[in-house]
């Protein structure tokens, strides 16, 4: 079974960095799509950036020239490189995994199975 878990997450000021960092056990990520989703209070689960077996991306535009996403299969780890961040950017933040038979992904939710248990993202001065 796959397991997901997220770390990297912590509080940081406006226009600082973090890179957060997925790391799954059980099953090898070759063969997943993963997403990177945040949720801020009160407001929905947002996909972030996407990114597909073969390392193809997407991103919302929000985050667009700001986030990276890659993924290291040698290690079964996906990161999520946050630069300039931005107050609006705080929320609990998920990676999700989906096998995916096509060079695709996902930023909605609906099209990932497995997911982690959210890393707190906290940009405030």
């Known amino acids: 079974q796959l397991q997901l878990v997220e770390s990297g997450g912590g509080l940081v000021q406006p226009g600082g960095s973090l890179r957060l960092s997925c790391a799954a056990s059980?099953?090898?990520?070759?063969?997943?799509?993963i997403g990177w989703f945040r949720q801020a209070p009160g407001k929905e689960r947002e996909g972030v950036s996407c990114?597909?077996?073969?390392?193809?991306?997407a991103s919302a535009d929000s985050v667009k020239g700001r986030f990276t996403i890659s993924r290291d299969n040698a290690k079964n780890t996906v990161y999520l490189q946050m630069n300039s961040l931005k107050a609006e950017d705080t929320g609990v933040y998920y990676c999700?995994?989906?096998?995916?038979?096509?060079?695709?992904?996902?930023?909605?939710?609906?099209?990932?199975?497995?997911w982690g248990q959210g890393t707190q993202v906290t940009v405030s001065s």
């Open positions: 999700a995994a989906q096998r995916w038979g096509s060079y695709s992904c996902s930023t909605s939710r609906y099209a990932y199975s497995s």
């Open positions: 059980g099953l090898t990520l070759d063969a997943y799509a």
């Open positions: 990114i597909n077996k073969g390392g193809g991306t």
